[in-house]
């Protein structure tokens, strides 16, 4: 297994390996975060992610679902700024090449 992956048993008892995306800490919420997507796609061809609440100092803690609006507010919006950061750089990129 790679270092920024990890596996969960669904309620099937299949195991399922995440990539983890990004790990941050909030000071809004003074939680940690961790984002990460199973790399299935949904309806619209979209890359499903998840996020959950963890404890880094705690190697064996469970994930904690976001049960607030309060808390998913601050995780879209820091997937929303760096869905926009990789936009501006691939425009820059395809500007560049041209």
């Known amino acids: 297994m790679k270092k920024n992956s990890f596996s969960m048993i ?3 008892g299949n195991e399922i390996v995440y990539d983890v995306l990004f790990t941050f800490e909030s000071e809004e919420t003074n939680k940690n975060y961790i984002v990460y997507t199973d790399n299935t796609k949904d309806e619209s061809g979209n890359v499903e992610v998840y996020a ?3 404890y ?9 679902a976001i049960k607030t609006d309060k808390e998913w507010k601050v995780i879209e919006t820091i997937l929303d700024t760096l869905q926009e950061e990789v936009r501006k750089k691939k425009n820059s990129e395809e500007n560049n090449e041209q």
């Open 10 to 12: 669904d309620e099937n």
């Open 52 to 54: 959950s609440i963890y």
């Open 56 to 64: 880094p100092d705690d190697p064996h803690s469970k994930l904690e």
